[in-house]
């Protein structure tokens, strides 16, 4: 339901329950204490003032404007208007107006309420019924009490209009970080879903290298030297089962409803069904992965100088991958006589890893700035836990380097 609708129905419910007796009660006191001739408008002034409260929030200065037209009419009928129990309308439809209206209207709506309650004090000393009881009331405090009831009324109507827009800024605010929280959420998947991408891009590429390497060797082998093809063909399914496992890992996180968990899988495979992921690859798994390479042909150097130092997991995936894509690289575009150099170099403030190949590009051309996909997916890897990574060509070869200081833990 609209607010403003909302709104109204619950005036109209206040107006008939609260104001219907009020009403009541001052229709009788005017017919009782005063001819009908005098009654009649006084009691239609009362009808339509309590009516008009009915749009005191969905129109406040329309009804702020019909009461006040309302007392003109009451006023002009009898000042004993002001002992009726209805005379309570007005500082409620000031008050409603100091809570709902704009403020262009807050200096002209005080001004007008406080010359009607100077004239309808005037109104009700100088009434004919109220000087023939011998009454004679001192103006001055009339008028000073009706002044104090609407300043008052205005006052509590602009204290309640700053409750209410103190109310707005919260709900204001707790929606903007509903919607700040949703959008990290989102970016929080979106980037999940890169890093994903990323590594199944160098799980399956690394692979298929390895797997199209093999297979190329081995339909020479197997005429000539049907034992070492046997060899290849393990090689080929052992790669194989490896990067099946690893890709129903990632592609397991796409499905599961919570980060690091993976959905049981159907059927009764080989793997069977897996609850969660397995650890990411780090430097403990480098020299399976020489190891790997390896087989596929590739003649492959590991070098490694100074003291092992900590780094953090996720610098450790990120060298692992870097090492990876470029060994991938190498064995698709380094030709066939290409060898392979692996460095580690534990400085005193941070780990050099150098990757170099040489032997030629196999004719194939090479992006001199790294800028494809793989060496934007490793520089993005090395930079995201707070290293840095070069890549060109380096003479007949290709040289990849990447810097990581041992505050990358902190960083990652």
């Given at each position: 339901?609209?607010?403003?609708?909302?709104?109204?129905?619950?005036?109209?419910?206040?107006?008939?329950?609260?104001?219907?007796?009020?009403?009541?009660l001052?229709?009788y006191?005017?017919?009782?204490?005063m001819?009908?001739?005098?009654?009649a408008?006084l009691?239609?002034?009362?009808?339509?003032?309590?009516?008009?409260?009915?749009?005191?929030?969905?129109?406040?200065?329309?009804?702020?404007?019909?009461?006040?037209?309302?007392?003109?009419?009451?006023?002009?009928?009898?000042?004993?208007?002001?002992?009726?129990?209805?005379?309570l309308?007005?500082?409620?439809?000031?008050y409603?107006?100091?809570?709902?209206?704009?403020?262009?209207?807050?200096?002209?709506?005080?001004?007008v309420?406080?010359?009607?309650?100077?004239?309808?004090?005037l109104?009700f000393?100088?009434d004919?019924s109220?000087?023939?009881a011998?009454?004679?009331?001192?103006p001055?405090?009339?008028?000073?009490l009706?002044?104090?009831?609407?300043?008052?009324?205005w006052?509590f109507?602009?204290?309640?209009?700053?409750?209410?827009?103190?109310?707005?800024?919260?709900?204001?605010?707790?929606?903007?970080?509903?919607?700040?929280?949703?959008?990290?959420?989102?970016?929080?998947?979106?980037?999940?879903?890169?890093?994903i991408?990323?590594?199944m891009?160098?799980?399956?590429?690394?692979?298929?290298?390895?797997i199209?390497s093999?297979?190329?060797?081995?339909?020479?082998?197997?005429?000539?030297e049907?034992?070492?093809?046997?060899?290849?063909?393990?090689?080929?399914?052992n790669v194989?089962?490896?990067a099946?496992?690893?890709t129903?890992?990632?592609l397991?996180?796409?499905?599961?409803?919570e980060?690091?968990?993976?959905?049981?899988?159907?059927?009764?495979?080989e793997?069977?069904a897996?609850?969660?992921?397995?650890?990411?690859?780090?430097?403990?798994d480098?020299?399976?992965?020489?190891?790997?390479?390896?087989?596929a042909?590739?003649?492959i150097?590991?070098?490694?100088?100074g003291?092992?130092?900590?780094?953090?997991?996720?610098?450790?995936?990120?060298v692992?991958?870097?090492?990876?894509?470029?060994l991938?690289?190498?064995?698709?575009?380094?030709?066939?006589?290409a060898?392979?150099?692996?460095?580690?170099?534990?400085?005193?403030?941070?780990?050099?890893?150098t990757?170099?190949?040489?032997?030629?590009?196999?004719?194939r051309?090479?992006d001199?700035?790294?800028?494809?996909?793989?060496?934007v997916?490793?520089?993005?890897r090395?930079?995201?836990?707070?290293?840095?990574?070069?890549?060109?060509?380096?003479?007949?070869?290709f040289?990849?380097?990447?810097r990581?200081?041992?505050?990358?833990?902190?960083?990652?």
């Open positions: 339901m609209p607010r403003w609708r909302q709104a109204t129905r619950t005036d109209l419910l206040l107006a008939i329950t609260a104001g219907a007796p009020v009403a009541a001052s229709l006191m005017a017919f009782v204490s001819p009908v001739g005098r009654a408008p009691g239609l002034g009362v009808l339509i003032a309590h009516a008009a409260l009915a749009a005191r929030r969905t129109a406040p200065l329309a009804s702020y404007g019909v009461v006040c037209v309302a007392f003109a009419l009451q006023a002009a009928a009898s000042g004993l208007f002001l002992i009726l129990p209805s005379a309308v007005f500082p409620v439809a000031v409603s107006l100091g809570v709902h209206a704009a403020r262009r209207a807050a200096a002209p709506g005080l001004a309420a406080a010359v009607a309650a100077v004239l309808a004090g109104r000393v100088a004919p109220v000087t023939a011998g009454l004679r009331p001192n001055i405090p009339v008028c000073g009706l002044l104090a009831t609407v300043v008052a009324a006052s109507g602009l204290y309640r209009r700053t409750q209410l827009a103190y109310l707005a800024l919260l709900e204001e605010r707790t929606r903007q970080a509903a919607t700040e929280q949703e959008e990290r959420a989102r970016r929080a998947v979106l980037d999940e879903r890169t890093r991408a990323r590594d891009h160098d799980v399956i590429a690394h692979s298929l290298s390895v199209l093999q297979a190329k060797g081995g339909q020479f082998l197997v005429r000539t049907p034992e070492r093809a046997a060899e290849v063909l393990a090689t080929i399914e194989g089962r490896l099946l496992t690893d129903r890992g990632l397991g996180i796409l499905r599961s409803p980060p690091g968990r993976v959905p049981a899988q159907g059927g009764s495979g793997n069977g897996r609850e969660t992921r397995e650890p990411q690859p780090g430097l403990r480098l020299l399976q992965l020489l190891d790997r390479v390896r087989a042909g590739l003649t150097s590991y070098h490694e100088e003291s092992a130092r900590r780094v953090s997991p996720g610098a450790e995936l990120a692992f991958r870097t090492v990876q894509e470029s991938t690289n190498t064995v698709k575009h380094a030709g066939p006589v060898r392979a150099e692996v460095r580690f170099n534990w400085t005193r403030d941070s780990l050099v890893v990757v170099r190949d040489r032997g030629g590009r196999g004719g051309s090479v001199s700035k790294g800028t494809g996909l793989g060496l997916g490793m520089r993005e090395i930079t995201a836990v707070g290293g840095s990574l070069s890549a060109g060509l380096d003479g007949a070869g040289l990849v380097t990447a990581l200081p041992y505050d990358v833990e902190k960083a990652a």
